[in-house]
Nanobody, 122 residues
Framework: QVQLVESGGGLVQAGGSLRLSCAVS????????MAWFRQAPGKEREFVAA????????DYADSVKDRFTISKDNAKNTVYLQMNSLKPEDTAVYLC???????????????WGQGTQVTVSS
């Protein structure tokens, strides 16, 4: 019903920046909230940031607050994650997710992308 494709990952030095994109296609009308998660090798998937496609204040994990910014372009059905001041511990596969729900949350999203690798070297 909904397809998500992430892009923008890569290798960057500590202190650098990357911008991830997540393009949504299919039944985009049910894509009401969108989020970024990440999963490092051997670790559980963790919440990074979430935003409502209808506006409002985004939600951020404490570990990325003040360094990462989530934003959206409704006309393009695309969500972005601007990552600044990157640290080696930010290394992970970053996944985009969306859900028909109306309230931001940090888990239980219905639709997921395949992910994009972000590697931060020290």
């Amino acid at each position: 019903q909904v397809q998500l494709v992430e892009s923008g990952g890569g290798l960057v030095q500590a202190g650098g920046s990357l911008r991830l994109s997540c393009a949504v296609s299919g039944r985009t009308i049910i894509s009401r909230i969108m989020a970024w998660f990440r999963q490092a090798p051997g670790k559980e998937r963790e919440f990074v940031a979430a935003i409502s496609m209808y506006g409002g204040v985004p939600d951020y994990a404490d570990s990325v607050k003040d360094r990462f910014t989530i934003s959206k372009d409704n006309a393009k059905n695309t969500v972005y994650l601007q990552m600044n001041s990157l640290k080696p511990e930010d290394t992970a596969v970053y996944l985009c997710a969306t859900d028909p729900g109306m309230r931001l949350r940090r888990d239980a999203y219905a639709y997921w992308g395949q992910g994009t690798q972000v590697t931060v070297s020290s």
